[in-house]
């Protein structure tokens, strides 16, 4: 029960999904969650990609994207766009690691995070028409690996750096604690049970499933890299920006591989 409980935990930070009154609420389960936030992926990722997959019975590819990639904003809050453009705000400069960090509580948007943003979300967009034009089929299997995988991420981050920032004055002070191996057992076992439902599902599909478990790790590996150097850490708003480059990696690698390996 604990561990459902710490599910919809994470499901209520992450998203606008109501959840039940008994779940109630300790500082602590913030931390312990993190574990199920590829599961989270997946509702979102799900949502997503049923309304790509709706949208295009009435609409063009290119408006099924734009109200997918919308739909996964609405139910997010738009969270992880957040970080990201705070983070390229923070580090898009060559600025100090106590200047980055300054930039990235300011709650204004910069030349350098309204870019990100533009660059990250247009790209995407791209991206998922041309799965879509590929195999729409493939188009939401990859939203939905691509969202699971994402969220694994800021889960690595979490265990293998410190926070960067004032940990007493974080925004969500429980977040600012590293998760311990278990908790990110959890959460790489979610991605690999994941992968296995969709390579059970489209065998045809493995190559490209394998593709972006590349992808999204060296990302991720490259992403804890910077972080350390450039910050020494994490902070809430490099999770957010990792989860969403590592995103856009994996689906770059399942359109950069379709045509590779076609389906039969």
């Not at 019975?57 to 738009?78: D, I, K, N």
């Not at 908790?183 to 190559?207: F, K, R, S």
Request: charged residues 10%; neutral net charge; aromatic residues 8%.
């Amino acid at each position: 029960m604990h561990q459902v409980r710490l599910f919809f935990i994470a499901l209520q930070f992450f998203t606008r999904v109501p959840v039940p009154r008994w779940v109630g609420f300790e500082p602590q389960w913030l931390q312990q969650c993190a574990r199920y936030f590829p599961l989270v992926g997946a509702v979102v990722g799900g949502f997503s990609a049923l309304v790509l997959w709706a949208a295009q019975l009435a609409f063009p590819a290119t408006v099924a994207v734009g109200l997918a990639m919308a739909a996964s904003v609405w139910l997010t809050g738009g969270f992880h766009e957040d970080g990201l453009a705070d983070t390229c705000d923070g580090l898009g400069g060559a600025v100090s690691r106590e200047k980055a960090l300054t930039i990235m509580k300011d709650s204004r948007i910069g030349s350098y995070g309204a870019l990100g943003l533009i660059l990250v979300l247009g790209i995407k967009a791209t991206v998922l028409l041309g799965l879509v034009d590929t195999d729409p089929s493939l188009a939401t299997m990859a939203l939905v690996w691509a969202h699971v995988a994402s969220r694994a991420a800021p889960v690595w981050i979490l265990h293998h750096l410190p926070y960067a920032g004032d940990a007493e004055h974080a925004k969500a002070k429980p977040l600012a604690t590293r998760v311990g191996g278990p908790g990110l057992a959890i959460a790489l076992g979610l991605v690999i049970a994941t992968t296995a439902m969709c390579a059970w599902l489209a065998p045809e599909n493995v190559p490209l499933l394998l593709g972006a478990i590349v992808a999204s790790a060296a990302l991720t590996f490259h992403l804890q890299s910077k972080l350390d150097r450039r910050l020494g850490g994490y902070t809430g708003d490099t999770l957010g920006a990792t989860q969403q480059i590592v995103e856009l990696a994996a689906l770059l690698a399942f359109l950069a591989l379709a045509p590779l390996f076609p389906a039969a």
